[in-house]
């Protein structure tokens, strides 16, 4: 962790998360980031060799429900609350600059 | 004096809902009541994104009508109970306080809204947050930050900064909130109120917007043990509609408020990180010598790996947000910018519609879950939340319960951690450890600090052993000093 | 100029032999095929909203299927035993398997993210057997959600590509599948195309899936690359948009021939995912990996993990029925024919195998059965109407020497129509009546007599000049005379 997070990444970063950042945002995020990042150093110190990762605080496992059907939302009380429907359907402007 | 009066009303949740049970005191007399506090010092406070003047009413009458035709209410009968504005609640905005969400009304309830109305509680209002919860002095919300009651030009804490406030202010009996790195307990700290986040699981996550799903938790602000207790109860419990909740039933919790702390063994960490104010640690110190005072032994207890929760946490905790929040994308609901195309779209909308500091974590996260840094970030900060737990386990060998601070400071002056993201971030020193492993902790309040602001000291007992918790801070509630 | 561009458009390679490898210019081909299945289930995988085709758009949504705020998924537990039919069928080993985030923005993905599972799939290490005798392994099968469907408005024909606007019904998303990933050993076109019609006849078999590829319930994505036979692997591409079987070995071949074609002038290979396009007959960029999304894979948090226990594997195992290539050696000892024969195959297909082998068990003859099964019952479904019994009977009469072939086909006929029958009865209807050797016998002397130019033919080897012969006892007999017995009757007088 002892790179420094640079304007690229964070351009690319920002990409990823759909966000725009003007320049002198970027700047900003930038320096704000790598301060973050240089006081996270800090775990880098540990032996964690022998750890595993803990992803959850309980140990919970096999939660399962029946293969029976449920009431399902109204459509126009969705719909109504969307920004922009026809058809009984989500609108949204041309899927283009996206992965099919 | 820019100081708030103390709450008009004084009667606790649980009697309210005694009396209301009885037919001594109609639910609507209590609604309205509220309402008139709410009325009368709001704009000072400004606690809550929304008033439900008429669903309150409304609900309260029904209460009344069930009391009258002999039908069984429920254990909060009649109780005011405020909402965080990041819990859903159906037919009415639910907006985490953020641009984004601005005007949403989602098409169901959260388990816990259900739970309450089950009860007979009547939610008053919702109550403004840090945005998407992030945040630890509600100065991060889209609509305006939430002032502390006990002093105008302090912050209340945060993420839960409105649902601390109300209940201080006086504007409900009973707030819940939500808790992923302190924002109950820290909130509740500056405030002078019990704040409870329960063991990970005890209750239901669903309805909650979510920030970091393994983190999150919902629990109660109350004037004391009893009343969180008492809400507690009546939410917690196993939901099939979320598979991260414990197959139990609700918490059995007021049962052990009376048995005192005589024979546990409450420990002391050596190596708690440093940071906490003076007047913070004196009176930690009151409240172990209290408890040794009740019977309880301290014991010193080395928690090693303490201190890098902090790093720990806030590398989990938004990647996970990076990925809850990526939903916000203006297709199917909430605010949408103006593009010629999709992608385009989602860029105006989340820049827009998002505040500097959910897009600050939304950054953080993305990068530590970002191909080639996966292994030196997220997956090494969960590595440390094992090593973390570990520890705790460790130290639980030797003790019953931990005792520490539960806010570095008493309440600061609104504006003065805004500037440096990092100085807000160690806010969360204390509490965040307990959100990582899951363990229920709380916060009490026990006598003031510096300029007579409340200082709350926490709990800390292994997972499932909530009740313990409760039994320890009934006990520093009886043993707390008058000022 | 891009040689490429001048790429025969690639004829249809059905008629390939099984046997012979594939070969291009001295180039071999590598590929593993991806098939994403529609498990049957009634109910969506991480939700209880229905799971059910052909509603009114957006009519089977909830909280999770949307993504809306505060939702939280909850595991099928019918899904979770689909997907331990289908490995098992496909020997995998079933294992503790856990749940992953794959985060990417697409307007019909409506969390953001895909739950999926990554490091720890349900099922591991498995194989399927093709006709050709070659094993295929399978590397993984693992349970996913599906997404939305999209439609464009505006453009042509329907594509993103000059749309004025999209609109998307989610009543798809969150069905379960499951991906069924194969190791990179099929080495033709041909052997893409058995391994996905065995594929698709055990998920029938265990009930996983319907697998119709052409309404989408079985996707298949091939991985295609070429290189020198002992040389290392080539740069692959992936080709999506195949919905036959015919299509996955016409794209297969003509992708693997642009390759060569591309290495020959010495130009790399791209890696990249292709379009397979039906109509042209080739395949186009659909987008370089290079662009690809970081997907930033990560533990879901929402859900736990999933671990079967022995209890739970063994019933699902028991549960299994026969599978196809167990199906099909049983038929194969039954009537003596060979595993991988055409009658076999297709009649276990059609599930009438069962039938078969209970015209046997009522003592019919049930290698005659098979081929009255394969030629006539194609309508007919697993559960032929024809009683067993009936065809046991018709079988019966033809061993015996009863009727001719063309009057057992006759009887058949009206069998069929009328969903069984006498055959006995039919025949006597019908005046079919045995014909006496001697009277058989008579007939052939006399054709011979009458038409020597034919029978001197026949004698020095001209095997058509039976034809004549045979035609004019068919004559004489109106039609009741057995062709068979009539060519065997002539080859022994030529050779006495």
Not at chain 1, 14 to 22: I, K, N, P
Not at chain 2, 338 to 343: C, K, M
Not at chain 3, 461 to 466: I, N, R, T, Y
Request: proline share 6%.
């Amino acid at each position: 962790m002892s790179d420094r997070i640079t304007p690229d990444d964070v351009v690319k970063v920002a990409r990823l998360a759909r966000l725009s950042l003007g320049d002198d945002e970027l700047a900003v995020a930038t320096s704000e980031l790598r301060a973050m990042l240089e006081h996270f150093a800090d775990i880098d110190a540990l032996d964690l060799d022998d750890v595993e990762p803990m992803t959850h605080p309980v140990p919970i496992d096999n939660v399962m429900r029946n293969d029976v059907p449920a009431p399902t939302l109204d459509r126009d009380e969705v719909l109504a609350a969307a920004p922009d429907a026809a058809d009984g359907r989500f609108q949204v402007p041309p899927i283009i600059g996206l992965e099919d | 004096m820019s100081d708030i009066a103390p709450p008009t009303l004084d009667l606790r949740a649980a009697t309210i809902a005694v009396r209301v049970r009885a037919g001594e005191l109609s639910a609507a007399q209590v609604v309205d009541d509220y309402l008139a506090a709410i009325d009368a010092h709001e704009t000072d406070v400004h606690a809550f994104n929304l008033v439900l003047t008429d669903e309150a009413r409304a609900r309260a009458a029904a209460v009344d009508d069930a009391v009258a035709a002999g039908d069984d209410v429920g254990p909060l009968a009649g109780v005011p109970v405020a909402l965080k504005d990041n819990m859903c609640t159906r037919g009415v905005p639910t907006t985490c306080s953020s641009k984004i969400l601005e005007g949403w009304r989602p098409p169901y309830d959260a388990t816990i809204v259900d739970r309450l109305r089950d009860a007979g509680a009547v939610v008053i209002g919702k109550t403004n947050l840090d945005e998407f919860a992030m945040g630890s002095s509600t100065e991060n919300s889209a609509f305006g930050r939430t002032n502390n009651p006990l002093d105008v030009t302090r912050v209340p804490g945060g993420s839960s900064g409105g649902s601390a406030a109300s209940v201080a202010a006086g504007f409900a009996p009973l707030a819940l909130g939500s808790d992923t790195g302190g924002s109950i307990r820290q909130p509740a700290a500056l405030c002078g109120v019990v704040g409870v986040k329960p063991t990970y699981g005890a209750v239901s996550r669903l309805g909650l917007v979510a920030f970091a799903s393994s983190l999150d938790q919902i629990g109660p602000f109350a004037h004391d043990v009893a009343d969180a207790a008492l809400v507690l109860e009546a939410i917690s419990g196993h939901d099939p509609g979320d598979s991260t909740s414990i197959d139990q039933g609700p918490l059995e919790l007021t049962t052990v408020l009376e048995h005192g702390v005589d024979g546990m063994r409450i420990g002391r960490i050596t190596d708690l990180p440093e940071g906490a104010d003076p007047d913070v640690v004196e009176r930690v110190d009151q409240a172990f010598a209290a408890l040794a005072d009740a019977g309880a032994t301290i014991i010193d207890v080395s928690v090693p790996a303490f201190g890098y929760g902090l790093t720990a946490y806030y590398l989990i905790a938004p990647a996970e947000a990076s990925s809850n929040l990526a939903r916000y994308d203006g297709v199917r609901f909430g605010m949408r910018a103006e593009a010629p195309d999709t992608n385009a779209m989602y860029i105006a909308t989340r820049t827009e519609g998002f505040g500097a500091e959910v897009k600050r974590r939304i950054m953080l996260g993305t990068y530590a879950l970002s191909a080639g840094y996966y292994d030196a970030y997220y997956g090494r900060a969960l590595k440390v939340r094992r090593r973390i737990a570990q520890d705790f386990a460790a130290a639980y060998a030797q003790v019953d319960a931990l005792v520490m601070p539960a806010s570095p400071s008493v309440a600061f002056r609104a504006g003065d951690k805004t500037a440096d993201p990092m100085s807000m971030y160690l806010c969360d020193t204390y509490t965040i450890p307990a959100n990582l492993t899951g363990e229920p902790a709380m916060s009490v309040p026990f006598g003031t600090g510096a300029d007579g602001l409340p200082v709350g000291v926490q709990i800390i007992t292994p997972a499932l052993h909530d009740a313990r918790m409760f039994q320890v801070a009934a006990e520093l509630e009886r043993r707390a000093p008058a000022s | 100029m891009h040689p490429v561009a001048s790429l025969a458009v690639v004829t249809d390679t059905t008629t390939a032999d099984h046997a012979a490898p594939w070969e291009h210019e001295g180039y071999e081909m590598v590929v593993g095929l991806e098939v994403h299945v529609e498990l049957d289930t009634a109910t969506k995988l991480f939700s209880a909203s229905p799971h059910r085709f052909g509603d009114e758009p957006n009519t089977n949504i909830d909280p999770v299927t949307l993504g809306l705020p505060g939702a939280l998924p909850v595991l099928n537990r019918a899904a979770v035993e689909q997907a331990m039919r289908l490995g098992m069928a496909l020997n995998c080993t079933i294992q503790r398997s856990t749940f992953a985030r794959k985060n990417y923005f697409y307007p019909d993905m409506p969390k953001a993210y895909q739950i999926s599972q990554y490091d720890e799939p349900i099922c591991v290490d498995g194989w399927l057997d093709i006709a050709d005798g070659s094993r295929i392994e399978i590397e993984r099968a693992h349970l996913e959600e599906d997404t939305g469907k999209s439609t464009h408005v505006g453009g042509a024909g329907g594509r993103i590509h000059g749309s004025e606007h999209s609109l998307i019904d989610f009543n798809r998303a969150g069905i379960p599948l499951v991906e069924i990933v194969s190791r990179p050993d099929m080495r033709s076109p041909e052997q893409a195309r058995e391994y996905v019609s065995e594929l698709r006849a055990i998920l029938i078999a265990v009930g996983a899936s319907d697998a119709k590829m052409e309404e989408g319930s079985m996707r298949v994505d091939a991985n295609v690359s070429v290189r020198r036979p002992g040389a290392e692997l080539g740069t692959r591409c992936e080709i999506k948009n195949l919905n036959s079987v015919r299509s996955v070995g016409r794209a297969i071949d003509y992708e693997a021939r642009r390759q060569v074609a591309m290495l020959d002038v010495g130009d790399a290979v791209r890696q990249e995912t292709r379009h397979w396009d039906e109509n042209d007959g080739r395949t186009h960029t659909l987008r370089s990996k290079e662009d690809a999304d970081d997907y930033r894979y990560f533990l879901e948090p929402d859900l736990v993990v999933v671990d079967p226990d022995a209890a739970w594997i063994d019933s699902v195992r028991a549960s299994l029925p026969m599978l196809p290539a167990a199906r099909r050696q049983q038929l194969a000892a039954a009537v003596g024919m060979e595993p991988d024969s055409e009658a076999v195959r297709v009649v276990v297909d059609r599930g009438q195998d069962n039938y078969v082998l209970a015209v046997g068990a009522a003592d019919g003859d049930a290698a005659r059965a098979i081929v009255h099964v394969k030629e006539a019952y194609a309508e007919a479904g697993d559960v032929p109407p024809v009683p067993a019994g009936d065809l046991a009977e018709l079988t019966k009469m033809e061993t015996a020497g009863e009727i001719t072939a063309t009057q057992a086909k006759e009887i058949l006929t009206v069998l069929v129509d009328n969903d069984g029958g006498d055959p006995r009865a039919i025949a006597a209807d019908k005046g079919f009546e045995a014909m006496d050797t001697s009277e058989l016998e008579a007939m052939v002397d006399a054709a011979i007599e009458a038409q020597p130019d034919a029978w001197a033919k026949f004698c020095a080897g001209e095997k058509k000049a039976a034809g004549a012969l045979v035609g004019a006892v068919m004559k004489a007999s109106k039609g009741q005379a057995d062709g068979k017995a009539v060519n065997i009757l002539l080859n022994q007088k030529r050779t006495q």
